[in-house]
């Protein structure tokens, strides 16, 4: 009696065909991945009396804009940050401000990729400019004082890691 694989006499799934990419929705909810499992991180905390699973937010969400129902007014959305604003914060401040941004960049930039996809017009595209000009200033903040430090190590290390932003 001949012994076969028991991988080889299970039938292909298509989601790992590298000739068919699944969609952005199918990776989102998770029926592209093996077997439909939903890629949610569970944390689990136990303790003597019992044990809970919290299930935690996919992290591809934040790739998208909270869907808003038709009831709601449209947002306002606010101006570029100024380069005088931008100078009154701290160096951590600034550092944080641009994850911020650049999280919000993507989130825009994915979004305006997905509804030209489907042929849809991206709303608010006024918005995108705004947080490029914010990060724009960000870097000629941080570039100002890399400029002014006096020690000229720091100074270098400095423009380094700006230039790595």
């Given at each position: ?77 606010g101006r570029s940050w100024k380069a005088s604003e ?80």
């Amino acid at each position: 009696m001949m012994v076969t694989d028991p991988q080889k006499r299970q039938p292909r799934n298509p989601s790992r065909n590298p000739l068919i990419k699944p969609s952005i929705t199918a990776v989102f909810n998770g029926s592209a991945l093996p077997g439909g499992i939903a890629p949610l991180c569970v944390d689990r905390t136990s303790t003597a009396a019992a044990s809970t699973a919290t299930l935690l937010r996919n992290p591809l969400e934040e790739l998208f804009e909270k869907d808003r129902s038709p009831e709601d007014e449209k947002p306002v959305y606010g101006r570029s940050w100024k380069a005088s604003e931008l100078r009154l914060k701290s160096w951590d401040d600034l550092n944080k401000l641009w994850y911020v941004l650049l999280k919000e960049k993507n989130m825009l930039m994915t979004q305006r990729q997905m509804l030209q996809a489907q042929n849809l017009r991206f709303p608010n595209p006024e918005r995108i400019p705004k947080v490029r000009k914010s990060m724009c200033r960000i870097k000629h903040v941080l570039t100002e004082r890399a400029i002014d430090e006096a020690d000229p190590r720091r100074s270098a290390d400095m423009k380094r890691m700006i230039n790595a932003l």
